[in-house]
């Protein structure tokens, strides 16, 4: 095929942000596949492709490009059918844990007393999220036990791949679901009556798809099998395009939390009730909005409000209730305390509620494994982030934990607009497999 040809067809996916995009890759020779045509320059990068356009159009909004897996939706289904799929055919023993985590071993996992070595992320994802936050964890985990699998060699600690179920919380509120079930940092009777939009409960949503909510909690047995954690990530902002470095390590994670603000306010018509007489809950919110700004430059923290539902919602009538919900974030603690107590202030004032659906303290991952990760990958550069991830809860669990970031070209994460280079991807999958068999010992 002409390489015009083969330019242009490529670049028609563009729009929906799926891996298509190789095309931009020095096109050697194309190759055909039911859903387009993609670039071939080597034979892992056809393997990772293989692997990302099996999924690419699970969950996908046709419209913005973006993704909806919502935990134990069909969609997320489709991707743990996907990953178990493949797990079988790579001979991996796979086990789901009783929250729904999935995890597959290469080698008995209770047989080593040091523990298994685990690497992995989630396949769930925000409203509209991009395409890698997540599966690329995943992705490059499996092609880097292919990795190790081609170079013959046979691990001495048994190698796990994990998918966390619900990382993003996107459905029920509360982020790192999975993690936190079996770290006991989220309790059952609470994880159950978390309810979607539509009202469903966790429990039903559970239930309706076969599992067992009633055996939610705890799960120790599944924790003291890793003897460590490594999740390599999109990395989410625009670090490594400033350090024009293809991966780095991460060493930690920002404090961060959310919470539901209710702010209310009197019903009445639009057309009738003069301004003076007004208590408009969506003014209120709009004091909040501006608030949480004020408080984030004033305590150099990060706070957004991402999601509001306006009650009743009609277009003729004044709000009686905002419900607006806050992510906050700092680099510390106390940050981050005082960013949350500035806008709970002004919550206070309106005459509403706040209430915390989840926190996560600032996180510090195992310096020693850091270290290690940072000589292995050639001097990658160390960083922490503001975003959240399981590998943070493991790492409050007392797991031992670090993180591989791979660049994003884009610099934006949770939008269709999420990017990383082909050739970013297979160095994230080299780093992966080097730390996997240095950390598990390899023998040929
Ligand atoms: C997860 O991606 C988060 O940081 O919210
Ligand atoms: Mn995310
Ligand atoms: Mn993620």
């Given at each position: ?5 083969c ?7 563009l ?8 095309s ?8 055909r596949?039911?859903r ?5 320059s080597s034979?892992?990068?056809l393997a990772f492709e293989?692997l990302?356009?099996a999924?690419?159009?699970i969950?996908r ?6 993704y909806?897996?919502?935990?134990w939706s069909e969609?997320?289904?489709r991707?743990r059918e996907?990953?178990?799929?493949e797990c ?5 023993e796979?086990?789901e ?5 999935q995890?597959a071993w290469?080698?008995?996992p209770?047989?080593?007393?040091a523990?298994s070595i685990?690497t992995g992320s989630h396949?769930d994802?925000v ?6 936050d997540?599966?690329l964890?995943v992705v490059s985990?499996?092609?880097?036990v292919d990795?190790?699998r081609?170079d ?7 190698i796990?791949?994990?998918n ?10 509360v ?5 936190r079930m079996?770290?006991?940092?989220l309790s059952p009777?609470?994880a159950?009556?978390?309810r979607?939009a539509d009202?469903v409960?966790?429990a039903?949503?559970?239930?309706a798809?076969g599992r067992?909510p ?5 799960d120790p047995?599944a ?12 990395e989410?902002?625009r ?5 024009s470095?293809?991966v ?8 961060h939390?959310?919470w539901r603000t209710e702010?209310?306010g009197?019903a009445?018509h639009?057309?009738?009730?003069r301004?003076?007489?007004r ?8 004091h ?14 990060l706070?957004t ?8 919602g009609?277009?003729?009538a004044i709000a009686r209730?905002a419900?607006?919900w806050?992510?906050a974030r700092?680099?510390?603690?106390a940050?981050l305390?005082?960013?949350v107590?500035?806008i709970?202030?002004q919550v ?6 706040m209430?915390e659906e989840?926190?996560t303290p ?5 310096n020693a494994?850091?270290?290690?990760l940072?000589s292995l990958?050639?001097?990658a550069?160390v960083?922490?982030?503001g975003?959240?991830?399981?590998a943070?809860?493991?790492a409050?669990a007392g797991?031992?934990?670090a993180?591989?970031?791979v660049r994003?070209p884009?610099?934006i994460?949770?939008?269709?607009a999420?990017w990383?280079?082909p050739?970013d991807?297979l160095a ?10 240095d950390?598990?010992?390899v023998?040929p």
């Amino acid at each position: 095929m002409e390489e015009a040809a083969c330019e242009a067809e490529s670049s028609i996916d563009l729009a929906h942000g799926n891996l298509l995009l190789y095309s931009r890759v020095s096109p050697r020779q194309c190759w055909r596949i039911a859903r387009g045509t993609v670039w071939r320059s080597s034979i892992s990068e056809l393997a990772f492709e293989q692997l990302w356009s099996a999924i690419a159009d699970i969950g996908r909004d046709s419209v913005t490009g973006g993704y909806r897996r919502f935990a134990w939706s069909e969609a997320d289904l489709r991707m743990r059918e996907w990953f178990a799929g493949e797990c079988e055919s790579r001979g991996l023993e796979l086990t789901e844990d009783r929250m729904g985590n999935q995890w597959a071993w290469w080698g008995d996992p209770d047989g080593s007393t040091a523990g298994s070595i685990v690497t992995g992320s989630h396949l769930d994802s925000v409203p509209d999220g991009g395409a890698f936050d997540g599966p690329l964890g995943v992705v490059s985990a499996l092609l880097a036990v292919d990795r190790l699998r081609a170079d013959g060699l046979t691990p001495r600690r048994p190698i796990g791949v994990v998918n966390f179920v619900d990382e993003e919380g996107a459905r029920f509120g509360v982020s790192c679901a999975g993690s936190r079930m079996i770290t006991g940092v989220l309790s059952p009777d609470r994880a159950l009556a978390l309810r979607d939009a539509d009202g469903v409960t966790m429990a039903d949503a559970m239930r309706a798809v076969g599992r067992q909510p009633e055996q939610l909690g705890p799960d120790p047995e599944a924790l003291s099998r890793i003897g460590s954690f490594v999740e390599l990530h999109i990395e989410q902002g625009r670090g490594l395009i400033d350090l024009s470095r293809p991966v780095a390590v991460g060493n930690g994670l920002w404090a961060h939390g959310r919470w539901r603000t209710e702010i209310p306010g009197e019903a009445n018509h639009a057309g009738t009730t003069r301004l003076n007489d007004r208590r408009d809950a969506v003014i209120g919110c709009a004091h909040l909005v501006l608030e949480a700004r004020a408080a984030a430059e004033a305590h150099e923290s990060l706070a957004t409000v991402g999601k509001i539902n306006i009650m009743p919602g009609g277009v003729n009538a004044i709000a009686r209730l905002a419900t607006a919900w806050l992510d906050a974030r700092a680099a510390d603690e106390a940050a981050l305390s005082a960013t949350v107590d500035q806008i709970a202030g002004q919550v206070a004032s309106l005459g509403g509620v706040m209430v915390e659906e989840s926190r996560t303290p600032h996180t510090d991952f195992d310096n020693a494994l850091v270290t290690r990760l940072t000589s292995l990958l050639d001097d990658a550069p160390v960083m922490s982030t503001g975003a959240g991830h399981d590998a943070g809860i493991l790492a409050n669990a007392g797991v031992p934990a670090a993180m591989i970031f791979v660049r994003n070209p884009t610099g934006i994460s949770h939008s269709p607009a999420e990017w990383a280079e082909p050739e970013d991807c297979l160095a994230g999958v080299a780093a992966l497999a080097s730390v996997l068999a240095d950390l598990a010992g390899v023998e040929p």
